[in-house]
């Protein structure tokens, strides 16, 4: 069978078993409302991050089914999918620690709390950078046009789809940005 028609089953079974998933996650796992703002539903930090590691591992499985890796770039990928699971494992307590804590209440303070996240956030890609970076360099120019577009969609960035919408360059960036 060719490896794209392999790739396509695999992507589609994938696809199927996470939809099912996230129906199941959407119909009851959350523990009400929060602050009394209806609509505001928080899950359980245990939830939330079998949810995360179950999105995770469907992400990673389509990635590297997508790359075709090599046995030889088998360790580089272990390592840079260590280096995802550590960052969703952080993502999941600063997301509980900030539920947790109560509400700036102050315009000041609020502030500065954002500006905190902002720093954690910068080191928190600073570091994923790095991780890239190493596994990236084990990539064939091919392997690296697949990478490049597909992880793109796994953070989340809807450049590819804005740009077939019309909304913008196919690299994510508005109308009249370079």
């Not at 360790?75 to 494992?89: C, N, Q, S, V, Y």
């Not at 789809?161 to 913008?168: L, N």
Request: contains cysteine; proline residues 3%; positive net charge.
């Amino acid at each position: 069978m060719k490896n794209w028609i392999k790739t396509s089953i695999a992507a589609a079974i994938i696809a199927t078993s996470a939809i099912g998933v996230s129906a199941v996650a959407r119909g009851g796992d959350c523990d009400g409302m929060r602050d009394g703002r209806p609509g505001a539903q928080q899950m359980s930090p245990e939830k939330m991050k079998a949810r995360m590691d179950q999105r995770g591992e469907v992400q990673a499985a389509k990635l590297e089914l997508a790359l075709a890796l090599t046995p030889a770039q088998k360790p580089a990928w272990d390592d840079f999918k260590a280096a995802l699971k550590a960052r969703g494992e952080r993502m999941v307590e600063q997301m509980t620690a900030r539920s947790d804590a109560e509400r700036p209440t102050t315009v000041l303070d609020r502030m500065a709390k954002m500006e905190e996240m902002s720093k954690l956030r910068q080191a928190e890609m600073a570091e994923m950078r790095k991780a890239v970076e190493v596994f990236y360099a084990q990539l064939s120019d091919a392997q690296k046009t697949v990478f490049d577009a597909e992880f793109d969609r796994m953070g989340g960035r809807h450049g590819a789809r804005d740009h077939k919408m019309g909304k913008g360059k196919p690299d994510g960036m508005g109308a009249g940005r370079n």
